[in-house]
Nanobody, 119 residues
Framework: QVQLVESGGGLAQAGGSLRLSCVGV????????MGWYRQAPGKSRELVGV???????NVADSVKGRFSISRDNAKNTMYLQMNNLKPEDTAVYYC?????????????WGQGTQVTVSS
């Protein structure tokens, strides 16, 4: 069973930084994909970025150059470093893991952590 727990959200001023953590990422052999999503009030959930177990990352154009994703395999933890925050980054941020079908498949989500950026 996958249990993901996010932390690190909070209130930041525009131009500030926050680092989100997602603990509980399963072993690499069972994971097809993992990444971060966000959902702003009144909007649908959107992809922020993804990372492979090999460390390759891809982030959305809206956060490129400001956000980065990393992971610590030994700690089963994934991170989202957010720099130069903007008010439009305000959202609930979720980590996501998609398991391989051979390990049961399915998308697994954390409970979300609120990020609020003031201007």
């Amino acid at each position: 069973q996958v249990q993901l727990v996010e932390s690190g959200g909070g209130l930041a001023q525009a131009g500030g930084s926050l680092r989100l953590s997602c603990v509980g990422v399963p072993s690499r052999y069972s994971v097809e994909a993992m990444g971060w999503y966000r959902q702003a009030p009144g909007k649908s959930r959107e992809l922020v970025g993804v990372i492979t177990w090999g460390g390759d990352t891809n982030v959305a154009d809206s956060v490129k150059g400001r956000f980065s994703i990393s992971r610590d395999n030994a700690k089963n933890t994934m991170y989202l470093q957010m720099n130069n925050l903007k008010p439009e980054d305000t959202a609930v941020y979720y980590c996501n893991v998609r398991r391989r079908v051979s390990y049961g498949g399915g998308d697994h989500w954390g409970q979300g952590t609120q990020v609020t950026v003031s201007s």
